[in-house]
């Protein structure tokens, strides 16, 4: 006979306040959002950033920023306590976050992009990773800034990902391989 | 210098036709949808098991089905490639499937849930992973009629990701674990 096991009540998930993610240990990740148009999407990024507990999400050339209601829709209150900033120009922020030793991945199908499971993942580096906007992906100028583009490898017709799914894959991955549990107190 | 990679074109992504897509090997795994209330998210998981060429997409309970409009926007033509099917009953089909040997997992944080990367995987089963609706999760009734839970960790302030990041990181995590490159040939 299987067992039954009860839902989590809220209470019993052990989340942080804000104050508690303010000051707690983050992940040396962050994530770049490049001119991506639905408000949705960047309630979910922050959502993601917020679940793993990354440095901070930069918002970036037409990419909407909070306060806005259809980013809390989708942030439900992770607009307050993830870190994030805006930049006018993506590529300037990654020339900016290069020289300050950040090593930055464009989420992108590029000419020798290296496959997300190839990637030579190094767990004393610090990342940014560049997500783009939904019908262009990530722009020319972004990528040709980038230290290199990952791929995700995909299999079927369209060779698209929803860029929200997108952003939450890397992240995983990235948090996965930082072996996030040694790295995160709970 | 850095090298400048070209964006990939279209053509240049090996993407197969609809008709090459169905005829070809498929990763041993199902999505069950148990009532999703956003066509938008219903989309994003076509999509995804598209990208990842997963056997099947079951849509049950109150989940929307294609043809929509709504559903075309983010699945943008995934509908028409992969394999969907709605049930009504999502505990019922569970009932069904795992009668007919599939591992059925709900993505959901229970009581005794296995974090995902404790999950023991068995390259030789085949797996249904079940997600459930934006507010409410997977139902009781589904949790108690899957054979595992399987939680993605957590360390922010929410714990709750966005159903179709949490769908994409699960299917992104089973294909790694299937070593989808030996079995789905581009």
């Given at each position: ?151 995700i ?7 698209s990902l929803n860029?929200?799914v997108t ?20």
């Open positions: 006979m299987k067992e039954v096991h009860h839902k989590l009540l809220v209470e019993e998930m052990e989340r942080l306040t804000i104050d508690e993610f303010r000051s707690s240990d983050k992940l040396p990740l962050c994530l770049i959002v490049d001119s991506v148009r639905s408000l949705h999407n960047v309630g979910s990024f922050l959502r993601t950033a917020d679940a793993f507990r990354i440095e901070k999400v930069w918002l970036c050339g037409i990419t909407g920023t909070p306060p806005h209601s259809d980013i809390h829709k989708t942030a439900l209150g992770a607009e307050d306590s993830v870190c994030w900033e805006y930049a006018p120009s993506t590529s300037q922020l990654i020339e900016r976050l290069s020289r300050e030793g950040w090593q930055i991945c464009a989420a992108e199908q590029v000419a020798g992009s290296t496959m997300l499971p190839d990637f030579p993942f190094d767990s004393q580096a610090r990342y940014a990773i560049v997500v783009g906007n939904e019908v262009m992906g990530v722009s020319q100028e972004a990528v040709d800034a980038a230290d290199c583009c990952i791929e490898p995909q299999f079927g017709t369209k060779h860029v929200s952003a939450g894959i890397l992240i995983w991955e990235f948090a996965r391989r930082f072996e996030y549990a040694h790295r995160l107190k709970r």
